[in-house]
T-cell receptor, first 111, second 117 residues
């Protein structure tokens, strides 16, 4: 399979929580990132987690890492219409020391 | 403002034209990247420059020619493009050479939306 996989679409109601999932293949990945791309813009780093952590919280964002299952998730609490965007998971492929991006999950927030 | 500026933001060109995309970063980074983002396809890494030397070229057709005259500027020269080359071209930079997370965090420009007629 691909190095990094994500569901392509997610739709939630305003005020609900959003959970965007990502799976990866390289178990030795050291850093894992979440980027956000708003319409007409480039990618912007949202948050990252180091592989020796299980969880990281930053205001409305919570990142969970399950190293055993090679699963990363991004939870957005109290989702707002301004959160509508494409969210990319990215991991460092340690054998090449380069960043591999997932295909992106398009989040639609319904008012 | 991410510190990475791309021009032009939009470009329409015919298949016989020659044009260039420009990227400039004001972050003091040493590595710069070109990506292609097409509808319904994953982000494709095209070229990587580190300390002004090309370190990666991912089987990109020769009608795309990158140039990195210094660590702050990156160009993508285009000639004899095909309609399937229409896409959003993103430039990014990263610190490179630093330890910890900072090395791999990439800062993206807003992209150039290219349409080939």
């Amino acid at each position: 399979g691909e190095d990094v996989e994500q569901s392509l679409f997610l739709s939630v109601r305003e005020g609900d929580s959003s959970v965007i999932n990502c799976t990866y293949t390289d178990s030795s990945s050291t850093y894992l990132y979440w980027y956000k791309q708003e319409p007409g813009a480039g990618l912007q780093l949202l948050t990252y987690i180091f592989s020796n952590m299980d969880m990281k919280q930053d205001q409305r964002l919570t990142v969970l890492l399950n190293k055993k299952d090679k699963h990363l998730s991004l939870r957005i609490a109290d989702t707002q219409t301004g959160d509508s965007a494409i969210y990319f998971c990215a991991v460092v492929k340690t054998s090449y020391d380069k960043v591999i991006f997932g295909p992106g999950t398009s989040l639609s927030v319904i008012p | 403002e991410t510190g990475v500026t791309q021009t032009p933001r939009h470009l329409v060109m015919g298949m016989t034209n020659k044009k260039s995309l420009k990227c400039e970063q004001h972050l003091g980074h040493n590595a710069m990247y070109w990506y292609k983002q097409s509808a319904k396809k994953p982000l494709e890494l095209m070229f990587v420059y580190s300390l002004e030397e090309r370190v990666e070229n991912n089987s990109v057709p020769s009608r795309f020619s990158p140039e990195c005259p210094n660590s702050s500027h990156l160009f993508l020269h285009l000639h004899t493009l095909q309609p399937e080359d229409s896409a959003l071209y993103l430039c990014a930079s990263s610190p490179e050479g630093t330890s910890g997370t900072a090395k791999n965090i990439q800062y993206f420009g807003a992209g150039t939306r290219l349409s080939v007629l």
